[in-house]
C-alpha cells in the first residue's frame, strides 16, 4: 500500500507499483521519534548533549560497578532486539504508524543504568550507521528515547514489579505496569520532542497537540508490546527477571535464542507499516518537513545495502548487519567494563 499524503492508501497492482510502495516505505522509516538535523536549531540541539553526556557517564559507572555476568549476555540480547524491533513500524488510526522504544523494557529487565547504556547504543548505532536521526541532534534523541524512557521503566515500572527482591509472578499486575509505564514513556518522549522543536521556533499551540494527540496512540501499542515482551519473559524464562546471577551454559543458551530473535525481527521488517509515523505525520501537517538536513556521508542508509538496492532483501540484510553491530558493541562495552571491575576488585 502506498500513503498518499490523505490519509488513504492504495495497492500496487504492477511491479511499478511495488516499487514505489517499498521507496514510500523506506521514506516513512526515516523519522520514527528520531529527530533529524536542522529540526532543531544549532544551539537547542547542542544544549540537550549536556544532559545526555552527564547521564551516559553516570550509567557508565554504575554498570561498571554492578554488572554480573548475566547482564553482559542480557544487555547485548536486549540491544540487538530492541534495534530490531525498531524496524517493525505497526499502523494506527489515521494512517499514522509507530513503533516500539523499548527503553522501559530495557530498564525493567536489566535496571535503569544498564537499559540507559543499551538505548544509547542502539540510537548511536541508528544515526551513524543507519542515518536514522542527526548526528548534531542525537543527544536530544538519546535523552528523549533512551535515557528518559529507561528511568521511567526502572524508577516507575520496576519498583512496582520486584519486591522483596523477586520479580512479581503476577501477570495481571505485570501487565497493568509495563501498559501504564510503556504508554508513559512515549508520552515523555514526545512532550521533551514538543518542547524541543517549541525552542527550535515551531508553534507551541500547533506542535504539542498534535505532538501528544498522535503519541497518546501510539504509546498504546508501546505498553502493549512492552507488557506482552514481559509475560513472554515471566512465563519461558522467568530467571532471567529474577536478581542473580545464571550459569554460564545458560548464558550461552540465552545469548543464542536472543539473537535468532533479534535475527527474526529484523527478517520480518519488510512486512512494516508504510504509514508515516508519528513525528513525520505532525513534520507534514504543521509545515517543517523540508528542514530535515540528510546526513553528509551514506553507510547503510534508510536499513538498505547500497550495493543490493532498495528492495526488501536489501533491507532484511541490512537489519541483519545491524542486529550484529549491536551485539559486538554492547558485548565489548559490557565486557570491558565489567573487566575494569574485575581488576580493580
Partial sequence: MIYNGTGT?????????FTIWWQSLLDHWILALHIPDRFLRIPVALLWWVPTVIMIGLALRAVQRSAAERTVSLMSVLAAAIFAAQMLNFPIVGGTSGHLLGGVLAAIVLEPW??????????????????????????????????????????????????????TTNRLRIALVATVTGWLS????????????VLSDLPAGIVFPAMLGVHALIG??????????LLILVTARPDILQPGDTPNPMR???????????????????????????????????GFLDRALDAPYRILPDYTVPLLGETPLSTIVSGLIGVIITVGIVWGIAVMLRARTTSRS
Fill in 114 to 167: 544498564a537499559g540507559m547504556v543499551v538505548m544509547t547504543c542502539v540510537i548511536a548505532l541508528q544515526a551513524i550507521v543507519f542515518q536514522d536521526g542527526g548526528i548534531v541532534a542525537m543527544g536530544a534523541n538519546i535523552v528523549n528515547m533512551g535515557i528518559a524512557t529507561a528511568a521511567i521503566g526502572g524508577w516507575i515500572a520496576r519498583p512496582l514489579l520486584v519486591q522483596d527482591h523477586a520479580f
Fill in 9 to 17: 492508501t492504495t495497492i500496487p497492482a504492477s511491479i511499478e507499483g
Fill in 220 to 229: 498504546i501499542g508501546e505498553g502493549v508490546l512492552t507488557a506482552t515482551a
Fill in 186 to 197: 512515549v508520552m515523555v518522549a514526545a512532550v521533551l520532542t514538543s518542547a524541543q522543536l
Fill in 252 to 286: 550461552t543458551r540465552l545469548l543464542t535464542a536472543g539473537v535468532f530473535i533479534a535475527a527474526l525481527l529484523a527478517a520480518l521488517a519488510p512486512l512494516a507499516s508504510p504509514d508515516p509515523d508519528g513525528l513525520e505525520r505532525v513534520a507534514e501537517e504543521v
